[in-house]
Structure formats: C-alpha cells, structure tokens
C-alpha cells in the first residue's frame, strides 16, 4: 500500500514536472476556486475521487483547474475550433456558451501544430 506521503511526494514531483507548479500552488488554486471546476462548477469531491485537472494553454499557461470532463471536453472543443469544424459538433448551445466564455476569460489554448495535413513536420 502506497502512503499518503508518497503520493504526495510524487504528486507535487509531477505537477512541477508537467506544469512547473508545486502541490502547494495546486492547493492555493484549488482553494481559491473553492474546490470547483471552473466550467460546469462540481465540486472535486462529485469527481469520482478524481483530483481536479490542472488545464493549460498549449504555450504552457495555466488557466485554472478543471474536472476530468471539462477538460476532456474543452480540450476537443478547442481542436474543433482551431480546425474551423466547431459547426460540426452537435452539442446543446449552453455547453458551447459554457467554454466560449471559459476561453473568452481564461485564453485560448494557442495551437501549436508540429505536423501539417501534408505529414511533413515543420
């Protein structure tokens, strides 16, 4: 069995790893936000025991913590607007509101393509 002093210790080596904050940066912003998504508001305990996901720009700015969903979800929202498909998704207009003013207070997530359609990297 892990202790909790081990997870904690790789916990906070991974968030500095991943996103150069520490577990107590973590904390700070999950206090702030009251232990809520930033999106859909749950609370991190309704999260299937699932910490809060730390989301980021894909220039590496973090813009606040989310739950596993919203940030799944955001993360193909954001794709889908930067290919120029967000017509071809058909979710309800409240949930596409939703990240809009997400993106619209938070930032975009600054695409950064490697590989182009022509499969050549760049």
């Known amino acids: 069995m892990?202790?909790?002093d081990h997870y904690y210790k790789k916990r906070d080596v991974y968030l500095k790893k991943t996103y150069n904050i520490?577990?107590?940066?973590?904390?700070?912003?999950?206090?702030?936000?009251h232990d809520r998504c930033l999106i859909c508001h749950q609370h991190e305990s309704d999260s299937l025991g699932r910490p809060l996901r730390?989301?980021?720009?894909k220039d590496g700015k973090i813009r606040g913590l989310l739950c596993n969903d919203c940030n799944s979800t955001l993360g193909v929202?954001?794709?889908?607007?930067?290919?120029?498909?967000?017509?071809e998704l058909d979710w309800p207009k409240e949930s596409i509101n939703k990240f809009e003013s997400y993106i619209q207070e938070h930032g975009d997530a600054k695409f950064i393509l490697t590989h182009y359609p022509d499969g050549k990297k760049r």
């Open 54 to 57: 730390v989301d980021h720009s």
């Open 77 to 87: 929202y954001e794709w889908r607007k930067f290919l120029g498909r967000v017509n």
């Open 22 to 33: 520490s577990l107590q940066d973590y904390y700070k912003m999950s206090d702030e936000q």
């Open 2 to 4: 892990i202790s909790d």
